[in-house]
């Protein structure tokens, strides 16, 4: 098999041992709570790629850590990412309409709804790794330490803050590095750096890994910044905002497709360090190059 072949074939495998896992950790017996748990169901079941769960087994597999070990942890970095993108669809926030190819979770239960929603997710995701037998004790405290870290006001919640009241077209360039590096950049440096922490990285193994993810977590929000430009919503599959400024507005859409391209090489080259059994890592980069969606 290629190293792409494998790569998809562990993504299908993610998503179904994810999915899985899941239903069960978000699985409700109180009929008063069933308007809710439609909510959150209906997000987290609407076809994300699972692309930050994969990125921590990779890791993991770099350690021969099993994925049993790290699916609590692969479990709620997707219920993360998932309450963040309810969230974000807020009118409040982005205001839009689409996610994931559907109306966006507030356009059918509501924004009271998508707001408790969102944050039943984000809470759910801490209670699971704590209580995850799997996980050894001593490592539980520093991994939720670092997803509320990334979660917070020095990540997402920091990133997402200055996307809606600093981004436009006289912003400086590094207003628009900071927005990136919080709200995307540092869930997928979590992922890994997580995952690292189970493994007991050496401290250059991880420096290495969040400089891979970093790149990575940059080529991805600038070429989702592209498709906000180019891509169609059939296509895509949320909402577009062409009107905003963002990595495009300040490189042009060539500028930007080099700079997708040059934070994926620089990926590739963090990746380095682990010469040999990289490939994976090296595969999750390219083919988040090709991504339409
Ligand atoms: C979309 O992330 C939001 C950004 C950070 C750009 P994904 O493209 O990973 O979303 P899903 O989970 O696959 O829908
Ligand atoms: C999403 O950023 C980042 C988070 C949800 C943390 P965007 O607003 O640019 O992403 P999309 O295009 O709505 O997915
Ligand atoms: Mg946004
Ligand atoms: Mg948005």
Known sequence: MSDIEEILVSFHETRMLVDTKLREYLANREPLLAMLQESIDYTLFSGGKRIRPLFCFIVGELYDIPRSTLLSLGCALEMIHTASLIMDDLPHMDDAKIRRGKPANHMIYGQD??????????????EVVLKDPQLPADKKAPIVGELARVVGIDGMVGGQFV??????????KSVLE?????KTASLFVASGTTAAIVADATQEEIEALKGYAMHLGFAFQILDDLLD????????G???Q??????????????????????TSDAINAAGIFEGKNQKLIALAQMLLKRKS
């Open 113 to 126: 709804v998508a707001a408790l929603a969102s944050i039943g997710l984000l809470t759910r995701a801490y």
């Open 163 to 172: 996307d809606l009241k600093h981004a436009n077209a006289s912003m400086d």
């Open 178 to 182: 900071f927005i990136h590096t919080n």
């Open 229 to 236: 430009v180019l891509g169609k919503v059939e296509e895509v």
């Open 238 to 240: 949320k909402s577009l």
């Open 242 to 263: 062409s009107d905003k400024a963002n990595f495009v507005t300040f490189y042009g859409v060539e500028g930007s497709k080099a700079l997708v391209q040059k934070h």
